[in-house]
């Protein structure tokens, strides 16, 4: 998906262990984004980067850390999983700017998802 | 606090039927509102987007009706086929608190689309 790579695709882990996502892309884009889709609730952001060692929260972020050590990679860590943070996690690149929809247009590029199940 | 409120939750079409999505928002600082499309199993593609200078904009069979007074939008799609079934999300981005884009995009909770044969 226009190179970007989540891994794992899936996992079912237990209550209380800690779990990382990993996105990667290959197109070196400054803005990467962690999502979380649910039911009920579409897509909500957890946290955002917007340069390495840069990141800041979204709306749902208790629970969850990131890091961004380089640029092509963004991951999500759940330092104690919760059956709360069974979700399916999307992982997202900006490719906004003057060519793609003007200033100021935030056009996302998501990857296939990341499906996390916490018993 | 729902910044993007979307209706209806799901929506049944008959094929070559037009489907329509309303979403609206509060927060005049929005300045883009894109729509995105998901297939089962696939991370959302965005499928068309508008800015608030304009009242209407069209690519194909699917239009972005904008009304800025009334703080709404809406997505049409015409002749709908069954190939269009999927979710569908608008969302909205716009400007931070120096005039520059924050840079986030929020979403609507979805809307369910099933295009009947």
């Known amino acids: 998906d226009a190179g970007i790579t989540q891994s794992p695709r899936h996992k079912v882990t237990e209550t209380g262990t800690p779990v990382t996502l990993r996105c990667h892309q290959t197109?070196?884009?400054?803005?990467m984004y962690w999502y979380r889709q649910d039911p009920g609730h579409g897509l909500r952001l957890i946290h955002y980067?917007?340069?390495?060692?840069?990141?800041d929260k979204g709306e749902v972020s208790d629970g969850y850390s990131v890091s961004r050590s380089k640029t092509e990679d963004f991951l999500l860590t759940l330092e104690s999983a919760t059956s709360s943070q069974t979700s399916v996690y999307f992982c997202?690149?900006?490719?906004?700017?003057?060519?793609?929809?003007?200033?100021?247009?935030?056009?996302?590029?998501f990857g296939a998802g990341s499906r996390l199940t916490v018993l | 606090q729902q910044q993007v409120k979307q209706s209806p939750q799901s929506l049944i079409v008959q094929k070559g039927g037009i489907s329509i999505i309303n979403c609206a928002y509060e927060?005049?600082?929005?300045?883009?509102f894109p729509w995105y499309q998901q297939f089962p199993g696939k991370g959302p593609a965005l499928l068309i987007a508008?800015?608030?200078?304009?009242s209407e904009k069209k690519e194909g069979r699917f239009t972005i009706s904008f009304n800025k007074s009334a703080k709404q939008f809406s997505l049409h799609i015409m002749d709908s086929q069954p190939g269009d079934s999927a979710t569908y999300f608008c969302?909205?981005?716009?400007?931070?608190?120096?005039?520059?884009?924050?840079?986030?995009?929020?979403f609507g909770k979805g809307t369910l689309l099933t295009v009947n044969p």
């Open positions: 997202a690149i900006r490719k906004g700017g003057l060519k793609t929809g003007g200033s100021g247009a935030n056009v996302l590029t």
């Open positions: 197109e070196n884009h400054r803005y």
């Open positions: 980067s917007y340069g390495v060692k840069d990141t």
């Open positions: 927060n005049t600082a929005f300045d883009y």
């Open positions: 508008i800015r608030p200078d304009v």
């Open positions: 969302a909205a981005s716009g400007r931070g608190a120096g005039g520059g884009s924050n840079y986030k995009l929020t």
